[in-house]
């Protein structure tokens, strides 16, 4: 039995909820028969981050540290290995910043390095730990004496252990609150950093959907859960089956939920049956009303498209929430004006744009790829200076586009500033008209 400590380091940017993913590592240890702690510092500084990490490695003595690494956290991740130095434990990073980049962590007091899914990969590496062996033959696995074979995509997701029973075995703050029914997005998105459940699109029965929902509300008392998938209308069978199942388990009348979803992938016949099971608001992710912008980022949707879907779950009686992006290389006054015009159009049928928006060039998209060099931001994310900072008070303003790092000309900038202020605006205007009329507020995350 191998005692594995699970981290979250601090991130830029709050984290409303506890980390699904860690849940998930957790409980896959846990049906392995190993002993978990998670420690969530995410919405800590690094000073009080490193302070709750060496009382708990004392108190703990953990044989492996577990840590899960994005782009935003990763340089606070490499200067937690120095509170870990000296413990002996061995030091793996797993998350989408190493299912990108792998040999990063290695070089920066990581022994381990996972790329991809993580539940078989940790359960391997804790029972290599346990038993001996060879961790370069762990699919996903790198380290500096090699590379194991390449990790494959989990096909059999009703396999795995449910994420909060790692929540009510070691004793966490709160279930994470939100479910995963499917992994992976087919879409192609060139500034999208989902690597680590990548573009192949995967879905657990509506049976094993039900029974975590019915768990969660037997067990937590939960009756409204966030669906958290990057896709969740991708395939049009799978979501009436899913639907349906809803509707017909006793034990979840009177549930609601929340999915996010690209425009393209709705349709509005569904959205009556999705209205039906409890769903009652919908995250579009739109990014651009330009059809030049759409196509070059390859989102695979038209304005037209856009405007139809949201309107039918609108129809439908549900909460819309709407997502823009703005600083695509390319864009400039007339491509802004168009999306403009777009928003325009939806404001009267959205309840929620979402905060923000200004593109981040992440490790791994086809948009770094393409521009780092050119603009001169390859490796932002090991230069404090470069992270964008925790959001200011003022939803108006974007710390992104205060990186600036497209070089904007300073019209365009002024332009995507006067873009993210009006969605602030809309939405200051919305949240008033809510608690005047003291409604309940459903609104999804999305995890980028
Ligand atoms: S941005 Fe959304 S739709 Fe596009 S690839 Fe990523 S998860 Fe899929």
């Known amino acids: 039995m191998v005692r594995a400590l699970l981290v979250l380091p601090p991130l830029p940017q709050p984290m409303n909820a506890p980390y699904l993913g860690q849940q998930y590592i957790a409980a896959a240890l846990l049906a392995a028969g190993h002993t978990v702690h998670c420690l969530d510092l995410a919405n800590l500084s690094e000073t009080q981050a490193a302070a709750r990490l060496d009382d708990q490695v004392r108190a703990f003595r953990p044989d492996l540290v577990g840590m899960t690494l994005f782009t935003y956290n990763a340089l606070a991740g490499y200067r937690l290995t120095e509170t870990l130095a000296a413990t002996g434990a061995l030091l793996i990073a797993g998350g989408p910043h190493p299912t990108i980049l792998p040999d990063e962590p290695l070089a920066h007091g990581f022994d381990l390095s996972l790329s991809g899914e993580g539940e078989h990969a940790i359960t391997a ?138 425009g393209n992938m709705v349709l509005p016949r569904d959205l009556e049956r999705m209205r039906k099971a409890g769903c009652v608001a919908i995250n579009f992710g739109i990014e651009s009303g330009d059809a030049t912008i759409l196509r070059a980022i390859q989102k695979g949707q038209t304005p037209e498209k856009i405007l139809a879907a949201v309107q039918a779950a609108k129809a439908a009686d549900m909460t819309t929430i709407v ?126």
């Not at 802004?336 to 325009?344: D, G, K, S, V």
């Open 125 to 262: 590496v804790a029972d290599t730990l346990e038993k001996g062996g060879d961790f370069t033959a762990i699919p996903g696995l790198h380290s500096r004496a090699g590379r194991g074979p390449p990790n494959a995509a989990i096909e059999d997701l009703d396999a795995l252990p449910f994420p909060h029973l790692a929540a009510a075995t070691v004793r966490l703050d709160a279930v994470a609150g939100g479910i995963l029914t499917s992994r992976g997005c087919p879409a192609r998105c060139t500034f999208c950093a989902n690597y680590v459940t990548g573009r192949a699109y995967r879905w657990r029965s509506p049976e094993n959907v039900v029974a975590e929902m019915r768990t969660l509300r037997r067990d937590f008392g939960l009756s409204h859960f966030p669906f958290w998938d990057d896709a969740f209308t991708a395939r049009r069978p799978r979501l009436e089956a899913l639907c349906d199942a809803i509707l017909d388990e006793p034990e979840l009348a009177g549930v609601t939920w929340t999915c996010i979803t690209p």
């Open 323 to 448: 997502n823009f992006m703005f600083g695509f290389p390319g864009e400039g006054p007339e491509e802004l004006a168009n999306t403009h015009a777009l928003m325009r159009r939806l404001a009267p049928i959205t309840d929620f744009f979402n905060n923000f928006g200004v593109l981040v060039p992440f490790p791994g998209t086809a948009i770094y790829d393409r521009y780092h060099a050119e603009y001169g931001f390859s490796g932002w994310w090991l230069d404090p200076d470069r992270i964008p900072s925790a959001p200011a008070a003022d939803l108006g303003r974007d710390p992104a586009l205060e990186k600036n790092f497209f070089s904007y000309d300073p019209h365009v900038r002024d332009r995507i500033a006067d873009l993210v202020r009006w969605k602030a605006d809309h939405n200051a205007a919305w949240a008033n008209r809510q608690a005047a009329a003291n409604e309940t507020i459903h609104v999804t995350r999305r995890i980028a």
